[in-house]
């Protein structure tokens, strides 16, 4: 059982002794109000798989699927890494769950970053206390609350989702209540998949079929949808990247301020989904194979959206 301060003690243990400090305010508004902030840096004109992002990971819970993660990691070799929330559960970590697959997924992510790889982590909602680690920046490692990049003229904001939970009128404790509730049926549901797997069955989804079946998820759903890309459209952007909902999917979207491109990255414990650029747009992946025999999912993973009928608005 390892030390919930492992992930702490294994960054700092691979921080160079001539490292610097650097401050990076993360920015914590939850509206409009904080203006247009600038795209970072991000170069869109790279070959495909230059950018890629994953999300809701959740290392430290025993629905992640941390092996098909790690061979994900190793076959890709991006210039850019979006880490687009959640990528640890804080929670679970402190309960002391941190077998060796997870331990080996964040050893292979600092690996990238040793070897070039520039990873932007944007902190989601159970990965909240990295925010207090936001002065420390390791190389190739940077800490965000939400991002702005522009890709072709296409100004794209890049948020885990969190932020838009306020906006939606969900009462805080029944919001946590609901969030408990996910996690325990997101576990039951990934040993019931890996059951089925064992037993040469095709895995069905206890969590997916709850939220296509509970009217009240769905109506969540879409409403969040609608929030976050009214959200993405009140900061000047076209298009908006999320997680936290663990629905990946590519759509577009009719706002006050325009016409917006949702697209969410999905998740680890039940769909194994990434976005990666393929040099004009990003196709969504999926894995769907056992973990033993899991490939890269930009080279061999089931595609899931092309987005062709909503392409990348012209630049």
């Known amino acids: 059982m390892i030390n919930p301060h492992r992930f702490a003690e294994l960054i700092h243990s691979r921080m160079p002794g001539d490292a610097t400090l650097e401050a990076v305010v993360p920015e914590h508004d939850h509206g409009c109000r904080a203006g247009r902030p600038a795209p970072a840096a991000i170069r869109g004109d790279g070959p495909a798989g230059s950018i890629v992002i994953i999300s809701d990971c959740h290392l430290g819970t025993a629905a992640c699927h941390a092996h098909r993660l790690l061979a994900f990691l190793e076959k890709i070799a991006p210039r850019t890494l979006i880490i687009n929330g959640d990528l640890c559960d804080i929670g679970s970590c402190w309960r002391g769950h941190w077998p060796a697959a997870h331990r080996a997924v964040i050893q292979r992510l600092l690996e990238m970053a040793d070897q070039g790889t520039t990873i932007r982590y944007i902190v989601g909602n159970h990965d909240a206390g990295l925010l207090n680690w936001c002065h420390l920046t390791l190389p190739n490692i940077h800490l965000h609350r939400r991002l702005i990049i522009d890709l072709g003229g296409v100004r794209t904001l890049i948020m885990h989702g969190d932020a838009c939970d306020s906006s939606l009128g969900n009462h805080r404790l029944l919001w946590r209540c609901a969030g408990w509730l996910h996690d325990r049926v997101a576990c039951f549901s990934s040993r019931l998949d890996r059951l089925q797997e064992r037993c040469g069955w095709r895995p069905r989804s206890l969590l997916g079929g709850i939220k296509s079946a509970v ?101």
């Open 215 to 315: 009217p009240q998820v769905r109506s969540y759903i879409d409403r969040f949808h609608q929030s976050a890309a009214a959200y993405a459209a009140g900061l000047g952007c076209v298009a908006v990247i999320c997680g936290h909902i663990h629905q990946p999917v590519v759509r577009c979207l009719d706002t006050p301020q325009g016409r917006v491109r949702y697209l969410n990255v999905g998740d680890w414990i039940e769909h194994c989904s990434a976005l990666v650029w393929n040099g004009h747009d990003w196709d969504m992946t999926m894995d769907r194979v056992p973990a033993a025999q899991a490939r890269p999912a930009a080279a061999s993973g089931e595609a899931l959206a092309r987005a062709a009928s909503c392409p990348l608005p012209a630049a």
